[in-house]
């Protein structure tokens, strides 16, 4: 025992060390694996897209990560989305035909998608906070009268945007740079044409620049705030937390209605990037969001998790779908890969709680 | 003794389930400074007495007299915002949290970055934390980890430091040695003195003899929802008090009649 015990203790921080940062070792294990294999997966042009590409569904993560940490589920998110972009982008359509200036034009119609995404998220939130039904159950009801509500105002064909500005809102840079030009902000340099566009470096798209934004603002909250901290402590212990004086039934509504806001979010994300709203724009991204939180390191039984490891599981997931398709594998493969990611991020989960423990 | 307000009185405390009577008329004091052992069989009715107490029932007769004045708990919170500290076998604390999180949890202090953004005073809660503990020594190397990385015994210690933290006036202890290991089970009986020693009284339940003639400066038993008997430790014996427990010397005297 006394020869044991000196040895135990590096071995036991290697353990925990590895257990608690295995993401971002096989998040760097991908990159090298990709840059060797694919050619033009460590561009700058290509690092940009799977920001872009990945923004909506780690908005939606974010959401899903607060949710699960308080011990719940959220599979709404994924027709809450839908529903928010046919409705931003069925105001933007009716507005536009009025007399209304551009600029509010777009600011009315994102808002009204933003709006329409986060009171289901609040009316989750009152049922499973205040009449304490299952969350599973009444997020997956919620699923479907989103679903329903998103195709009706569809009517069956996804809603194209014929906006001016928001297509260049969701697919343009902040500063772009030219040689001869230097830097420009919001538009390329309007000198050069033709051959000489591809001497335009874009730098920082919008999508890219919300979705850090949001990342932000959530990990802010998460790691800093009281209400981060009663997530935890309900995930944790709801009952402790009760006693404790935590107003349960309050946070319970304020991360559900989070949730839906930040679905809302990626929904309008959605729009600006494809400048259309379909009801099953964010429903096939409801398990990849999932799978990020929960390779993030989070917890299914909730007080565990973390933005940061939300995020990581996020970029793996993008790395693993915009490098099988850069190498040139058919695209099923990614679906075997992200679900083998899910398992594997599982048992690193169990062999943790059993070295700490 | 007669001269000093006890800090609680208990008078002709009443409750029932339906037919089932748990606390059948029963009266008890506890003084300032004073380890009172709550004893009993499963079923005697302490549970239900110190819920009575606790703020968790509401009694069907009977006044409970805190600091002077008739009391009535909303709740369990509302008898901890007057200083009645419960600590539950089950202890109450969110494992996945640190301990000073756990310490402070539901009542976060606050500080302002920037004029508008309220944080989360992580620095204070550690300092205050550490303090506590410190005080009632406690010691826990790594304030950071989760409690559920900690030892039964700290854990304890921790829902204890809460209670002493937020300036407990009566503590209230349910089978607090039960599930640790013996050395676990000594710490814990030393930070009742220590509370003792900083003059908060502790009424303490368990069905551990040992643990009550260990702490206790007067034992109260009870059995079958009534008051069987009070001793004070020191003028008493594990066979009398057994006796009590198990309602011995009422049955003989039963028989003899």
Known sequence: MQLAKPLARPRRQTLELVSRSWSWLFLLLLVIFFSLTGPGFLSFFNIQSIGSNMSSELIMALGQTFVIIAAGIDLSTGFIMGLAAVISAEVLTVLAASRLPLPLVIILGLLAGIIGGTIPGLINGIIIGRLRVPPFIVTLGMYGIAEGIAFLVEGGQPISVQVNGVGNLGNGYLLYYQSSAGFTFFNPPTGPHGAQLNGVVSLLPYPLIIMIIVLLVCHWLLSRTKFGQHTYAIGGNAEAALRAGIPVVRRTIAIYTLSGLLSAIAGVVYVLRFTNGAADAGNPLLLDSIAAVVIGGASLFGGEGTVIGTFIGALIIAVIQNGLVIIGVEPFWQYVAVGAVIILAVLVDQAKSRITA | ?257
């Open chain 2, 1 to 257: 003794m007669a001269t000093r307000q006890p800090v609680l009185q208990v008078k002709d405390l009443f409750k029932h389930f339906g037919g089932l009577v748990a606390v059948d008329h029963v009266s008890l004091e506890v003084y300032p400074g004073e380890v009172v052992g709550l004893l009993g069989d499963n079923g005697a009715g302490k549970s239900t007495l110190i819920k009575l107490v606790s703020g968790v029932y509401r009694p069907d007769g009977g006044r409970i007299i805190y600091n002077g004045q008739e009391a009535a708990f909303s709740s369990p919170m509302d008898a901890r915002q007057q200083g009645i500290e419960t600590i539950y076998q089950d202890l109450a604390l969110c494992e996945n949290l640190d301990a000073p999180a756990n310490i402070f949890l539901g009542r976060e202090p606050i500080r302002h970055r920037l004029g508008i953004f309220r944080e989360l005073n992580r620095a204070y809660m550690e300092r205050e934390a550490r303090q506590v503990l410190d005080q009632l020594d406690i010691h826990i190397p790594d304030l950071r980890r989760p409690i559920r990385q900690l030892s039964g015994g700290q854990r304890q210690a921790v829902a204890i430091a809460r209670a002493v933290y937020w300036n407990a006036r009566l503590m209230i202890m349910d089978e607090p040695t039960a599930a640790l290991s013996i050395p676990e089970q000594r710490k814990v009986l030393q930070l009742v003195r220590t509370l003792r020693e900083r003059g908060v009284p502790v009424l303490i339940i368990s069905h551990n003899l040992r643990d009550a003639f260990e702490v206790a400066d007067r034992i109260i038993v009870m059995r079958r929802g009534r008051k069987a008997g009070e001793r004070i430790t020191s003028a008493t014996n594990d066979n009398e008090v057994v006796g009590l427990i198990v309602g011995a010397e009422q049955e003989a005297a039963e028989q003899e009649a």
